[in-house]
């Protein structure tokens, strides 16, 4: 009981000042992300800061928080159409982090550079000591706040930033290979730091695009990727492409392309 009351005084205080302290919001300390990553953890409170936005996108809405526990900052991913219950809700972006944090790491095994790729991983929480943007116990994501450093790379329609260097497309090109031409990760965002690449929030295109939800292009993503990709100097002659690229009606667009199934044999591209 009595540290239920010192975290309630203490989100009293948060929401009180929560200008004043956002003016002041870092992105989240790197020795920490192993307590975050950590299974076991679990956060002592976490401050969900209603007057704190970031982005909004086609089907989400991004906020700031506050791990009390950790005393760091955290971005907070909601569904803005619709409030979520149900643990399937976020299915695919779990699976996603996970399985990029796996082919991320094969990758830093293959490819020696001095800035390794790393993918954070996200949690799954309630929102609690919320007034207005969340509803009690709605399910959302969390994730380390990276800071205001934060870059987009590449997308999922075949855009590449090329002035960022070659280890993203290198990366993006690895991940065909790796899967064996089952899947490429694109839409790599994140920020560069003087150690690594952190990076969050990826997207998939599959060979089949039934596999990632509604940014998986499938294979006109794929496709894409290929045409506007020259490999570099971090790419292995062994690694494979599509046999065969073909020219598609699929835009390539800085921003991340949903495709919505209208009907069973018809598609609806969404920028």
Same mark, same amino acid.
């Given at each position: 009981?009595?540290?239920?009351?010192?975290?309630? *005084?203490?989100?009293?205080?948060?929401?009180?000042?929560? #200008?004043?302290? %956002?003016?002041?919001?870092?992105?989240?300390?790197?020795?920490?992300?192993?307590?975050?990553?950590?299974?076991?953890? $679990?956060?002592?409170?976490?401050?969900?800061?209603?007057?704190?936005?970031?982005?909004?996108?086609? +089907?989400?809405?991004?906020?700031?928080?506050?791990?009390? /526990?950790?005393?760091?900052?955290?971005?907070?991913? #909601?569904? &803005?159409?619709?409030?979520?219950?149900?643990?399937?809700?976020? &299915?695919?972006?779990?699976?996603? *982090?996970? %399985?990029?944090?796996?082919?991320? =790491?094969? +990758?830093? *095994?293959?490819?020696?550079?001095?800035?390794?790729?790393?993918?954070?991983?996200?949690?799954?929480?309630?929102?609690?000591?919320?007034?207005?943007?969340?509803?009690?116990?709605?399910?959302? !994501?969390?994730?380390? @706040?990276?800071?205001?450093?934060?870059?987009? +790379?590449?997308?999922?329609?075949?855009? !590449?930033?090329?002035?960022?260097?070659?280890?993203?497309?290198?990366?993006?090109? @690895?991940?065909? &290979?790796?899967?064996?031409?089952?899947?490429?990760?694109?839409? %790599?965002?994140?920020? #560069?730091?003087? =150690?690594?690449?952190?990076?969050?929030?990826?997207?998939?295109?599959?060979?089949?695009? $039934?596999?990632? /939800?509604?940014? =998986?292009? /499938?294979?006109?993503? !794929?496709?894409?990727?290929?045409? *506007? &990709?020259?490999?570099?100097?971090?790419?292995?002659?062994?690694?494979?492409?599509?046999?065969? %690229?073909?020219?598609?009606?699929?835009?390539?667009?800085?921003?991340?392309?949903?495709?919505?199934? !209208?009907?069973?044999?018809?598609?609806?591209?969404?920028?």
């Amino acid at each position: 009981m009595g540290v239920t009351m010192h975290v309630n *005084s203490i989100v009293q205080q948060i929401k009180k000042s929560s #200008k004043e302290i %956002l003016s002041k919001k870092k992105a989240f300390s790197l020795n920490k992300l192993v307590y975050w990553e950590n299974q076991n953890y $679990q956060p002592l409170g976490v401050v969900f800061l209603d007057n704190a936005y970031l982005s909004k996108g086609t +089907f989400r809405e991004v906020f700031m928080a506050i791990d009390i /526990g950790l005393g760091e900052f955290l971005v907070v991913k #909601k569904f &803005h159409k619709k409030y979520v219950y149900n643990k399937s809700d976020w &299915h695919e972006d779990l699976k996603g *982090s996970y %399985l990029a944090r796996k082919c991320a =790491d094969a +990758f830093n *095994s293959v490819v020696k550079t001095n800035k390794p790729i790393k993918f954070v991983l996200p949690r799954l929480d309630r929102a609690k000591y919320t007034r207005d943007v969340y509803r009690q116990n709605e399910l959302v !994501i969390l994730e380390p @706040f990276l800071g205001d450093n934060y870059q987009k +790379f590449s997308s999922n329609s075949g855009y !590449i930033y090329k002035e960022y260097g070659f280890s993203m497309e290198a990366f993006s090109h @690895f991940s065909y &290979h790796y899967s064996k031409g089952e899947y490429l990760i694109c839409d %790599l965002q994140g920020v #560069k730091t003087e =150690d690594n690449y952190l990076l969050t929030d990826p997207c998939f295109c599959s060979n089949t695009g $039934q596999k990632f /939800g509604a940014t =998986d292009l /499938g294979m006109k993503g !794929i496709d894409n990727f290929f045409l *506007s &990709h020259t490999c570099n100097i971090l790419c292995k002659s062994k690694w494979i492409k599509p046999a065969k %690229l073909n020219n598609n009606n699929l835009d390539v667009s800085l921003g991340t392309t949903r495709l919505l199934k !209208i009907k069973k044999n018809a598609n609806c591209i969404i920028y």
